[in-house]
C-alpha cells in the first residue's frame, strides 16, 4: 500500500480542481486580494450553514480565541475554565491575555468537559468557559449552558474541529456546533474538515454589539478608518482562502458523511477487539469525525505507534502532552491540577488516519495491519 496519509488533500483537491482554479483566478483577475467580494459572501454562506446571525472571518482559529475573550472585556487574573485535553491554542490564547487558566477533566467515552469537574472549578472569578468539541464531537452542550447561565458565564465554543457537527438538545432540536455559545470559534487550516489552502478562521455569534466588536477587533479597533477605539489587532482572512471555502462549504455535509462512512469502517472492523476501544458516539451530538481516535489498554501504545509507522501506516497522538503539563504553563500554575482521565488519555490514545478520500482498499490495509500489531504486542 503507497503512500497513505493522515489527511489526504492532494485527491481532495483534485476532485475540485476545475471550480477551485477558476474561484482563485477570479481573485487574482480582481486583484481584490484582501476584503473582496468572496470574503463577505462566505461569511454569509457560512452564517447560512451554521444557522447564526454573524460570521466573522480572522487569520485562524488562534486568533479567532483570541479575539473572542478580548471582546468579553476580560481583565488580567479572570478565570477562563476549559480543559487541558485539546491542542495548545485553546490555552495558549489564555496566558497570553494574562487570564488564569483553570483546567477541568473531560470524560473518557467523549473526550470532552467534565461536567461536575467544570461545577467544582466555577469560581467568583470565572469570567468564561471555553469548550473544546474535540475530534469532531460536541462536548454535552445542554448542561454546560445551564450551568453557566446559573453563574452568568459567557460560553466560547472552540469549535476548531467540530464545523459540520451538531447537537441534540433534550427538547429534539437540533443545531450545529459552534452555534451554542455566545461566541463560536473556528479553524480552517488545511486538515481541519473545512479547511483552506493556507490559513483561516472566524468567530460565530448571534449578538449583534458583540459582532461588532470582534470585527473592529480584529482590524485594529477600528470601525470607521484611521479611528481607533480600541486596541485590537490585525486579523483577516484573505479572499484566496475565502474563495475556495465557498467552494468547500458547499461539500462540508458529504465531506464529514466520508469521514463517518470510514469510521464505521473502522468501528466495525475493531468492535471486538479485547484491547481496543473504539471512540464513543453520544446520542447527542452529530460527529464530525475529525479525528478517528482509538484507547489502547493492556499494549504499550508507543510500540503500537512505531510499529505501524514502519508498516507504513500513519497514525498521530493528539495530544502526547495536555496543556497543563506544558512548560509554557508552569508559571499558571498548570502542574497543580490533577486530571486523572486526562492523565490516562495521554498514554493510551492513538488516532488513524482519517479523511474524505479513503478506498476501502486503504481501510483494510490499516485495519488489518492495526489489528496484527496489536495483537503481537499485546501482553
Ligand atoms: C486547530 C485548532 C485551533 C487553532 O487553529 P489555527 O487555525 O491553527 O490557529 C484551536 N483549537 C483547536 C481545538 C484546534 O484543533
Redesign the pocket.
Known amino acids: 500500500m503507497q503512500n497513505l496519509q493522515m489527511v489526504d488533500l492532494k485527491r481532495q483537491y483534485l476532485k475540485i480542481k476545475p471550480e477551485v482554479d477558476a474561484a482563485i483566478q477570479n481573485v487574482l483577475d480582481t486583484t481584490a486580494f484582501i476584503n473582496g467580494k468572496d470574503v463577505q459572501q462566505f461569511g454569509t454562506e457560512l452564517a447560512s450553514y451554521l444557522g447564526v446571525k454573524h460570521v466573522i472571518p480572522c487569520a ?4 479567532a ?1 483570541q479575539i473572542a475573550l478580548m471582546a468579553l472585556g476580560l481583565q488580567p487574573g479572570d478565570e477562563v475554565i476549559t480543559a487541558s485535553y ?2 495548545i ?2 490555552v495558549e490564547v489564555v496566558a497570553l491575555l494574562r487570564l488564569k487558566p483553570v483546567f477541568v477533566d473531560v470524560d473518557a467515552d467523549t473526550f470532552t468537559m467534565n461536567i461536575d469537574s467544570v461545577k467544582k472549578a466555577i469560581t467568583s472569578k470565572t469570567k468564561a468557559i471555553i469548550p ?1 468539541h ?1 475530534y469532531g464531537q460536541s462536548a454535552n452542550m445542554e448542561p454546560l449552558l445551564a450551568l453557566a447561565k446559573e453563574h452568568n458565564i459567557p460560553v466560547i465554543e ?1 469549535n ?2 467540530a464545523i459540520g457537527g451538531t447537537y441534540t438538545f433534550s427538547d429534539g432540536k437540533t443545531v450545529k456546533t459552534g452555534s451554542m455559545g455566545i461566541i463560536g470559534c473556528t ?3 488545511p486538515s ?1 474538515n473545512l479547511g483552506c489552502y493556507g ?3 472566524a468567530m460565530f455569534t448571534n449578538d449583534d454589539a458583540l459582532a461588532e466588536k470582534l470585527k473592529m477587533i480584529a482590524n485594529h479597533g477600528q470601525k470607521v478608518r484611521y479611528y481607533h477605539e480600541m486596541v485590537g489587532c490585525n486579523s483577516r482572512l484573505d479572499s484566496i482562502q475565502a474563495a475556495v471555502l465557498r467552494i468547500k462549504l458547499r461539500k462540508l455535509d458529504e465531506y464529514c458523511s466520508a469521514r463517518n462512512a470510514a469510521a464505521d469502517y473502522y468501528d466495525n472492523a475493531f468492535k471486538n477487539h479485547p484491547n481496543i476501544r473504539t471512540p464513543y458516539r453520544a446520542p447527542y451530538s452529530y460527529h464530525a469525525f475529525h479525528q478517528y481516535t482509538l484507547q489502547l489498554s493492556n499494549v504499550n501504545r508507543d510500540m503500537v505507534s512505531e510499529k505501524l509507522a514502519e508498516r507504513k501506516v500513519p497514525n498521530m497522538i493528539y495530544y502526547p502532552v495536555p496543556c497543563h503539563k506544558q512548560n509554557m504553563l508552569k508559571d499558571f500554575g498548570g502542574a497543580d491540577f490533577h486530571l486523572p482521565v486526562t492523565d490516562m488519555l495521554q498514554d493510551c490514545v492513538i488516532s488513524l488516519p482519517i479523511h474524505t478520500e479513503l478506498s476501502e482498499e486503504e481501510l483494510s490495509y490499516i485495519t488489518k495491519n492495526f489489528i496484527e500489531v496489536v495483537d503481537q504486542l499485546s501482553k
Open positions: 485562524n482559529g488562534t486568533d480565541l485539546t491542542y491554542a485553546t473544546v474535540l472552540d476548531a474541529q479553524s480552517f487550516f481541519k490559513d483561516g478562521g
